[in-house]
């Protein structure tokens, strides 16, 4: 049977206290059956993270975008995992391309994290994808496979992570795979992830990220092994948002 779906939306470096009107309309579409048979989480960022928590309720749960692979300690201007339970965020993304790329951070440093996130009873949703250098090199599967083994940790199961497919270069430019390459590499990533976790592989939902949009939701979200999206720039609006939730099937 196949996991519930899961539309996440990652505001990334956006959003300030005049835009919890956005989640407000959210949280009024939740009121007439948004959630049902879906899951909707909401990643806004840390500033806005417990007013937003406030706003969605039951309705969307809320995450942190990145936090620090330690507990607590003397790390300034980091969050720590435990910091983001704490202000009712139940996911954390880590991984994220922006961040391996602004940071460098390594596949063993989102294990970490992934690793902090678990232990403060966060799920966490694990980013991999290639770039498009990556991509017209043929390495596309090489590259998802060295980012699967790496950054996610050992014996974990649906409710501790998720797994966001987000090629580079289809993030924030309008280009998007196909609906088969879309298929392939989801199967892909699932035969992994069987092949390491067994059973326990077929909780965890697998995303797709990258230009989603009111448009083509419906399309990505059909394929088999899509259990959901990552949603940026169309996340930022309520209407495009609740509309990319509609498209989705239900549990
Ligand atoms: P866009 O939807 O803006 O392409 O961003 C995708 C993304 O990076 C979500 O994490």
Known sequence: MAPRPLIAGNWKMNGQLRDLAELQAIADAGRNGLNEGRDILICPPATMLSASFGILGDV????????????????????????????????????HSERRADHGESDELVRAKAEAAMRAGLIAVICIGETEAERDADATTDVLDRQLAGSLPDDVDGDQVVV?????????????????DVRDIHAFIRRRLVDRFGDAADGVRILYGGSVKPANAAEFLAIDNVDGALVGGASLKASDFVAICQASPTA
Request: net charge negative.
């Open 164 to 180: 966001a497919y987000e090629p580079v270069w289809a993030i924030g430019t309008g280009k998007t795979p196909t609906a088969d």
């Open 60 to 95: 969307a749960a809320v995450g942190g975008q990145d936090c620090h692979p330690a507990d607590s300690g003397a790390h300034t201007g980091d969050i720590a995992a435990t910091m983001l339970k704490d202000v009712g965020a139940r996911y954390v993304i880590v991984g």
